[in-house]
């Protein structure tokens, strides 16, 4: 089609023609070397057969000729559609916009991809772009195919939605010509299915999909001139997914190979890639046995002389080939034999044969690689010799061997090489096939067929021919399918259309496959015993030219024939038709290969059943010979006699599978890709306009832009052509209810109204249509449209602007005005002031005259009588001072002389007594240097340290010795005291005795006599007391003293301390700031380091997550499958919550709430659990006191240890060897594993049997000691003790070795681990060997137990601080109560006694209160010296170590030292609790799954937010404690286990409720918190009451548990942010991108332009979402946040998650849609923002980090708003720090105007932004990805979070239906 043929009809009469191509119009003319070039009218056209016309690049002015007035020249679009995505959108449709416009996307924008209505042309790079990520596939599924940037994942999406939607099979076509692009897109296409199909992750069937291509590339592929990586075949793969939409297999079908590259290769060309990657792994062991050598050596390989391709590595392809030849299931064997087959067609093809006597040909004796050939193949060497140079010939009596020429003979080698090579190439696409094969029923499919697009060459020849001929079938069913959307369009909207011409490329088709066509006539030559080449074209001649228009006759040829194809005419070369279409090979040939002794190489050349088989007289099977016979030379259908099979030509095959294949796609809703090659250098991003119109012209894309033309390729909805044109309409004609009258109005009325003027308008209704929902446009009326609307704009500005010059000229009228009337008033002024300066001048000089000669007389009188004085003063000073120095000098004399007389004196002295005074200093000198030497000798021994230590430690001793002396003489006083005290009580009774005695008159004397008595003795007493008074005096005397000096020496060894500290604080000082610097790095890498590995952990659980899932819907299916008739319980409930720590201690033992009692639990694959003995009930508070009484505690207690940690070790070996079980899968066949499990469970039983003894021994032992066993203090044992001690010893010894049983057992388990092996699949490959080869799993979980054992140290010394401070406070407010008692008690009984009994009292008490401070102060002399001596030492030490620099380690020891201050305080106490509720829950082990029920699965949110939050969990932590209380750890293990399960449980079944998942989110945290709370861990304890801390557990330490659950919570999480992500994704477009909230403000193209129809008739319409809709969600979601009493902190992660996610996927869409990227779009998209960064100050989480997230798309809004000029070049870059360079030039590259009025960014601009951020990216770390990863979440944390309600205080409602529990 030429280009002439191109112009498209604008429908223009010839008044409106006028109007358009007017002086200044832009049109397109035709040019030699850039095909069409834009120029611009220099003058009206009115008709005339010239016209002037400017070049727009060369600026060169001529004439264009104008044959016909239907054919003037292209007009070209408004600049507003220059880049367009979709080529139809264009409002003028014709051939130099099309190639205009996909220049501009190609080579400015870099957009490789463009909409030509259903067609995708895709452009080939020539380079890798980073477009074809993981995460553009994600933002490419589920979306529109208009409604994102054109790729070809927008096709596949269609293709797959259509598929899923309506149940329909797809196809999608990729052509194109050799190296544009076909394979690398059908690759893409068919990897997009692998993820969409699979769930997001590539399962088995998705991999072998993908794996296909490395290896049918390997076999079909090949360089060639224009490419690389050409494709040697056609090939149509079928993807079928089952009704879950999910790839289940697929399958391919090839056509055409070209055999004749085996044999044969053009220069710069290259054979099949497999070859040169044999050669070049020709060193590998494996294949030494093939005797491969270099390409060049081969005769096959190196006709091209190009063995190598740049930037590819033969061996490492090689290596990919065989990975994905043993996906497919190919074995090993058969690899090396399909490679052995390939080495042997190289070698083959090195065999010479040379011509012989007469006509005949043989092979060399001794030719090497006939015999490797016949090796490889298996065959015998004799008969191929013979067999290659001679041929059988069999008659009706007999058979006959006839030679072969060289010719014929050469014929048959090439021709068995290209046989063996199809055969292979078959067989390898057989297996794939079986491979890919899928059992299950497949409902629908997806085809991709990558085939070759239309070829024309210089010597076209049989392959050319059946490649157009299968084009032009592809292209009928293309124009078809084209012009069926169209009409249907037309139907569904109701417009009346008339029959559309378009090309009907039938007769061209009838020409080739009709009765009597090209392809009949060749089959019947072929048929012909003598049929030539010739006579099949004399006979296509006689029958087709003259007859068919699509046929021709070269002019100048008798052997070649024209066909005048869609795209092109091409011209055909006879010759070699019939051999090729024969393609012929020996029968001989094959039968020698039959008999191969290798298995493959026969079942290669077997015969098989095939219906196109028939009998006819030819000795020969199929392929086509590349070397071309000589003339006159014959075939071998020439044979006479000869019994051969005749099966179908290649021709009438390439018929039936091309008539296969259009039934197949005839059946399924096509979708177009055609590849587009840019130039023929393969250079990337390089245009050449002629190669690229070509290939527009021969794929059909300029026939569909042609289709849509000629009807209504406009199309504009009703609210969207009012909203851009109603700027054109009156406000009378506007009615906003009703979108399409007013439309009306604006297209009859205002448009005819304006006809009146103009001889243009639209009053013809064949210019446009009225549909149901749209109006369509003749091709140019839009831009007509666009011209009104843009003259009616100008008017407008023009209007603004005369009103505004107006104004500002009378405002700059009046401005003048004003300034002259201020100019005269201000001159007037100044002549006014200069004259009265001058009358005051004047004035003043007259007066300055006047004094100026007065003064000047004055000065002269002066300076005379001045003169005169001088003289006079200097005359009389002269002759003084003559006078004075005489005298002078003869005072100095004298002066001299008396000095120096007394200096010569002075000087004698000196020297004599200097020279003594060396003598004794040199004397003095020798005797000191001596003394010295004795003394350093001195103080070096040890002696003498000890001599001078010697004297402080005499005092300090003679101190003691004095404090215990006067200890001593106060115990001699407190005896006296006593004595005294029974003195009175003596004299008491003798008073009583007195009284008694006066009442007896007969005993008075006796009486009296001993009162007497008494008081000589009390007398006596006094003087005693009075000494011992003055005793104590004198003692207290010397204890002051001695005070006084203690005190003395203190101040002494305070001040040394201080200077001590000084110094060390000197040290200090000057390395603070290198260790502040050094602790923050290692703290920020820390915390980094705990982030990730936070992140890691998260994910590794989320991941766990999905895992399981998946494998609980295969168990279900699998279950369904297996048992149709009933249920079969499968093993899906085993908790595998924390698989992620080997330190979890999750029980395994699953509770079956339907099939098991609570006595056996099925512990998976068929076992039982043994019945554990019911353990001993718990005793009484009395009993314990009875029996503890006579046992000795310490013994007890560490018997109790040693028991809880037997149990702990056997509840391990029982938890891992379960875990072992479930993990170790069933059914397999490997020997070797059975063997080793089964090993492995017999070690288990039998640690588990010793565990059981050993625990029973125990129990034994502990029974034994309750009853009579009774320690002596410092005695020998009992019986029963010494039978203790001796089993004790024996059990400690077991023990240890049981230890390292366990240690082997838990490696043994690991190695099988289940976390393991998923980390493995999924990040390895499923090679287990390979993960935690180096440790990291064991050193990251170390290092994060580490940082949070750090945490928690720093937390403990802050609260122990604190507990000291307050502790000391206590302690002196509880001294000041207790001395303020005694003083007061001791008053009390001063004022009762009388006043010989005060005086005694206080003495007594003084005598009291001296001694007991005497005692503390001795005690504290005594700590302080212990203290100040170790503070010495550690001073010294400190000192030391910090001049080495070992800061490090005193920081560890000074943290030894508090921990062991620590465990030293925490000295085990006995309380007695008060037997009131203590905040337990009592139940039955029976009630366990009724409780769970009840308190997990049954319970509503409704009922729970009417509840205390967080009571499903302080229940659930109720019922622990009283396990705890019992000691019953199997039902704590249970109890724990059951509820994790019921929690995953109910959170699975209900994934999409969010209430419920939010509430067990909620109850999960605070479940986690309580368990720390009362945890009795001193780190939990800082918040608690004294109340709280006794309901802590006292025998249980569940902190692997606190782990389990904190994974639980973390999984219930990423549950909880799936699923709000999946409700908020479908609105965030809409609320933050496509929502207009500023009224006037339009930010969209018009749709008209950018629309883009469906390739499907029966889209469905998706729900409109605004900005209030995702601001709803956002405010449901914080309520029910709120209602459960989700953790504040917990709801700031909740929200930054979700604003990223919100940001993210707000960006991708916006870098993906051209139509989002202009001003007013980022104007509104700001403004969007803006209400969620308000929404977030409003609920008060702006400082969740939520905002922060936001910034990537707020800036990506600026930078729309922003100016693009060259000075704003570092402000943009400042400006966009959160986004990438690749972002930031995406949407520099993407902004669009959205009227004329607008600029687009220029390039140069671009380019210096690129510039720039290049050396910014380089300084901070560059980052070229272009899509944010919306995948991405925050690691979560779970601070912890106390809660003030007591256990006790809780109670249980009755709606819960817990009647079961007690409360204890």
Known sequence: MTSAELYVQTFLKDSEISQVYVKGARIWVPDEEKVWVGAELLENYTGQKTIRIQIEDSAEERDYAIKDKKRLPHLRNPEILIGENDLTSLSYLNEPEVLYNLQVRFLERNCIYTYCGIVLVAINPYQQLPIYGNELIQMYSGQDMGTMDPHIFAVAEEAFKLMSRFDKNQSIIVSGESGAGKTVSAKYAMRYFAMVGGSQAETQVEQKVLASNPIMEAIGNAKTTRNDNSSRFGKYIEISFSKNNAIIGAHMRTYLLEKSRVVFQAAEERNYHIFYQLCASRDRPEFKKFCLMSPDDFYYTSHGMAPEIDGVDDAEDMLSARDALTMLGITE???????????????????????????????????????????????????????????????VGEVLTKPLTLTQASFAQDALAKHIYAQTFNWIVEKINRALHSNTKSTKFIGVLDIYGFETFEVNSFEQFCINYANEKLQQIFNMHVFKLEQEEYVREAIEWSFIDFYDNQPCIDLIESKLGILDLLDEECKMPKGSDENWCQKLYDKHLGKAKHFEKPRMSRSAFIINHFADRVEYQADGFLEKNRDTVLEDHINILRASEFELVAELFEEKVDPNEKKSRAGSATTHPMRQAPKGGRSNKKTVGSQQVQKATVGDQFRESLKKLMETLNATTPHYIRCIKPNDIKEAFIFDPKRAVEQLRACGVLETIRISAAGYPSRWTYPEFFQRYRVLARSKDINRSDHKKTCENVLTKVIQGSVKKTPRGLEDPDKYRFGK????????????????????????????????????????????????????????????????????????????????????????YVKVRKATVVIQSAIRGYFGRMLFKQELHEHRAITIQKMVRSYLARRRYKRVMRGIVLLQSHYRRRRAKKQLKVLKIEAKSVEHIKNVNKGLENKIIQLQQRLDAKNKEGMSIKEQEVYIKQLKGELEKLRSSNEEGKRSSNKVSELMQQIKDLQEELSREREEKQVLITKSEEMVKEHTQMLSKLAEEKCQLKEQLEEASLKLQQQETKTDDEMKKKLEETNALLA?????????????????????????????????????????????DISAISLESYTSSVSPDEVKYDDEGPEEKDQGYGTKKKKKAPAPPAPTANAMEKEMKNVDIGLVLKLQNKVKELERQRTELEEKLERYEEETPQGTTDTAVISDSAFNALKMQELQNENDKLKREVNKLMKSISENVSFERGGTNSPAGKEFMEQFTAMSDELERRREECLQLRAMLAEKSITTHAIAKESYGGMDDIVNEDNELALAYRTQKELNRLLENQLQKTEKDAKKKEDKLKREIRDLKHENEAAQKVINQNLQLGPEAKIEATMQHEITRLTSENLDLREKADKQSDQIRKLKKMLKVYAKKLKDGDVAEIEAELERDDKQKKSDDGVATVKHLDRTYMGMLEYKKEDEAQLIKCLILDLKPKLAQGLLPGLPSYLLFMCVRHTDYINDDEKVRTLLTNTINGIKKCVKKH?????????????????????????????????????????????????????????????????????????????????????????????????????????????????????????????????????????????????RQLYYYIGSNALNNLLLRKDMCNWSKGMQIRYNLSHLEQWLRDNKLNESGAQSTLEPITQASQLLQARKSDADVDSICEMCSKLTTPQIVKILNLYTPVDEFEERVPISFIRKIQERLKSVKREEGEDNTLLMDTKFTFPVTFPFNPSSVTLDSIDIPESLHLDFLTRV
């Open 1088 to 1132: 980094a380091e705990f982030d990730s590995e936070r992140s890691h952990h998260q994910r590794l659980v989320k991941e766990h997550a999905r895992l399981q899932q998946r494998l609980e819907n295969l168990q279900s299916e699998m279950a369904v499958m297996n048992s149709p008739g009933g249920h079969k319980r499968t093993p899906s």
């Open 1551 to 1695: 994934s999409k409720e969010l209430d419920r998942v939010i509430m067990w989110l909620a109850n999960t945290c605070r479940l986690l918190h309580t368990l720390k709370q009362y945890s009795g861990e001193k780190a939990f304890q800082s918040e608690n009451t004294p109340r709280q801390n006794e309901h802590c557990l006292r025998n249980f330490d569940l902190s692997e548990y606190r782990q389990v659950f904190s994974d639980l919570a973390v999984w219930i999480y990423q549950t909880m942010i799936k699923y709000m992500e999946e409700v908020i994704q479908p609105m965030v477009v809409s609320a933050l991108l496509e929502h207009e909230a500023i009224a006037g403000l339009t930010a969209s193209k018009p749709a008209g332009m950018r629309g883009r129809s469906s390739s499907s008739a029966h889209e469905e319409e998706g729900r409109e979402f605004s900005l209030d809709s995702l601001v709803k969600a956002l405010n449901k979601y914080v309520q029910i946040l709120s209602q459960h009493a989700v953790d504040p902190e917990l709801v700031k992660q909740v929200f």
């Open 333 to 395: 064997k058969d690899q090396m034999m399909i490679f052995q087959i390939q080495s042997a067609v190289l070698h083959f093809g090195n065999v010479k044969i040379r011509e012989a006597d007469g006509e005949s040909s043989e092979i060399k004796k001794d030719d090497k690689h006939l015999s490797i050939m016949c090796k490889l193949l298996g065959i015998e060497e004799s008969q191929m010799r013979m067999w290659l140079c001679h041929k059988k010939i069999v008659t």
């Open 773 to 860: 929902t749209k109006i369509f446009f003749r091709a140019g009326q839009v831009a007509y449209l666009e011209k009104l609307r843009s003259d009616k704009l100008k008017a407008c500005g023009i209007m603004i602007q005369k009103h505004v010059k107006g104004w500002l000229a009378r405002r700059r009228y009046q401005r003048i005005t004003k300034s002259v009337t201020l100019l005269q008033k201000y001159g007037r002024g100044l002549l006014a002031r200069r004259h009265a300066k001058f009358l005051r001048e004047t004035f003043a000089a007259t007066r300055i005259q006047k004094q100026w000669k007065g003064y000047r007389a004055r000065r002269e």
